[in-house]
């Protein structure tokens, strides 16, 4: 699995590193960023989660990449 952020839409709001900090953090700017790339799987179902909560849908969750 992959994640992605776009950071065009993210709006800095902090909850994916909150709910995924094993995949997500705030950079410099307050933008999220991806630290986990491919997304561990013990680490999945978070990400989905935080990807899910987005309010501005800015993360991408790519199921089959590896
Ligand atoms: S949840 Fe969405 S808007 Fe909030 S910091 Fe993460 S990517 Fe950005």
């Not at 630290?35 to 089959?64: G, H, L």
Request: proline share 6%; with cysteine.
């Amino acid at each position: 699995m992959r994640a992605t952020v776009d950071g065009d839409l993210c709006i800095g709001c902090g909850l994916c590193a909150e709910i995924c900090p094993e995949v997500f953090i705030m950079n410099d700017e307050a933008i999220a960023e991806v630290i986990a790339d491919p997304v561990p799987s013990e680490a999945a179902e978070k990400a989905r989660e935080a990807a899910a909560s987005c309010p501005v849908e800015a993360i991408t969750i790519d199921e089959q990449a590896d």
